[in-house]
């Protein structure tokens, strides 16, 4: 699975917009780029996943670039309750093989949410 | 969405014991469970895939004596901890994925602590 870039800690006003970006240079075409958060002490939290087309559920918004190189994680109206660790994966979607879903984790993004 | 539930949610065992963790697909049935070991201020780091009816398929440097998994059913997979020593504290998530289904779902995670 392709390796994905991520600043380490971000932070962002209640209320405003927060926007997490992602590199993921080496993605190959059957690659999808998936987001999970992580709030202290719980498991991993599903958020939103794209091929290539830009996404949105009640979560968030994922904006990928045409060439398919970084995207961008949008929480439209940050709470405090946003604070987390965000990760951004990329991976292959075919099914087949046993450890088809594995999801390997990066370092991801620390996104303080503040007053 | 879809709930996996784990248990317990915090153990503390005396060093030498074996300690049992339980993962369960509430609303589905689970083709293929992971589980992952996370250390403080670290990332998750995935310690072996599980399919149901199967041997589980260990990650690299991950004792397969010492971690032993058991995915009997199409709704539950265990990680049984054997003769834990305190280097094995750690905060152990189980994840699920369901046939056809393009995410995974995880657990509340297990904080152990072995004194």
Redesign the interface.
Known sequence: DAKTTQPPSMDCAEGRAANLPCNHSTISGNEYVYWYRQIHSQGPQYIIHGLKNNETNEMASLIITEDRKSSTLILPHATLRDTAVYYCIVRVASAGGTSYGKLTFGQGTILTVHP | ?AV?S?HPSRVICKSGTSVKIECRSLDFQAT?M?W?RQFPKQ????MA?S?EG?KA?YEQGVEKDKFLINHASLTLSTLTVTSAHPEDSS?Y???A?GQGI????????T?LSVL
């Open positions: 969405g996996v784990q293929t992971f992952y990332s998750l780091m995935l895939t399919n199967s398929t905060f998530i189980c994840s994925r393009e995410k995974l779902f995880f657990g509340s995670g904080q």
